[in-house]
T-cell receptor, first 114, second 114 residues
Framework: GESVGLHLPTLSVQEGDNSIINCAYS??????FIWYKQESGKGPQFIID?????DKRQGQRVTVLLNKTVKHLSLQIAATQPGDSAVYFC?????????????FGPGTRLSVLP | DADVTQTPRNRITKTGKRIMLECSQT?????MYWYRQDPGLGLRLIYY???????NKGEISDGYSVSRQAQAKFSLSLESAIPNQTALYFC?????????????FGEGSRLTVL
């Protein structure tokens, strides 16, 4: 049967507003982080990554911020669009490029309101 | 066509049945993975393989087995399915020579065990 009491946090934003999705990671030794987007019925897709020697990285309409002091990662999406509706989750890795060491967060569901 | 293809996409089976989920990739990557996704939980690693002769257990390998038939093919088997193996299963690949450490996911195989 299904697990009890495990629900994804949901963030609802108006189309055109900025979105901020947060992630608390678990291991202070993690040195590489990725944000993935998972649309309904699809596999996760890479959005942006950041290494522990950086505290900010920008992509197209997205920015990732890393605060190692409090083990916190955030994903900012500018001018949110309907196509941004999806589940977003972060992944941390102890060693860059070692795929088997990724630890994934549970995800946040982003709903874009018209 | 998808770079990482999973079959079947949906399967309903009964307790005790043997099930195989198949994954094939055209990305030419040596590294392949099987993950499980449950509602409200992050992706959890079942097995991974860094080349045809290399098979390794992940976090939750009990009740599962894998076979790496070729560089492009990695299959996951449930020898005797049980209801708590009901989940969404993802195959993924990676390439350590890439600048990013991202995983490339298939579109998932939804398995329901009654």
């Amino acid at each position: 049967g299904e697990s009890v009491g495990l629900h994804l946090p949901t963030l609802s934003v108006q189309e055109g507003d900025n979105s901020i999705i947060n992630c608390a990671y678990s291991n202070s030794a993690s040195d590489y982080f990725i944000w993935y987007k998972q649309e309904s019925g699809k596999g996760p897709q890479f959005i942006i990554d950041i290494r522990s020697n950086m505290d900010k990285r920008q992509g197209q309409r997205v920015t990732v911020l890393l605060n190692k002091t409090v083990k916190h990662l955030s994903l900012q999406i500018a001018a949110t669009q309907p196509g941004d509706s999806a589940v977003y989750f972060c992944a941390e890795n102890l060693r860059y490029n070692y795929g088997q060491n990724f630890v994934f967060g549970p995800g946040t569901r982003l709903s874009v309101l018209p | 066509d998808a770079d990482v293809t999973q079959t079947p996409r949906n399967r309903i089976t009964k307790t005790g049945k043997r099930i195989m989920l198949e994954c094939s990739q055209t990305k030419g990557h040596d590294r392949m993975y099987w993950y499980r996704q449950d509602p409200g939980l992050g992706l959890r690693l079942i097995y991974y393989s860094f080349d045809v002769k290399d098979i390794n257990k992940g976090e939750i390998s009990d009740g599962y087995s894998v076979s790496r038939q070729a560089q492009a093919k990695f299959s996951l088997s449930l020898e005797s399915a049980i209801p708590n193996q009901t989940a969404l299963y993802f195959c993924a690949t990676s390439d350590p020579s890439l600048e990013t450490g991202e995983l490339f996911f298939g579109e998932g195989s939804r398995l329901t065990v009654l």
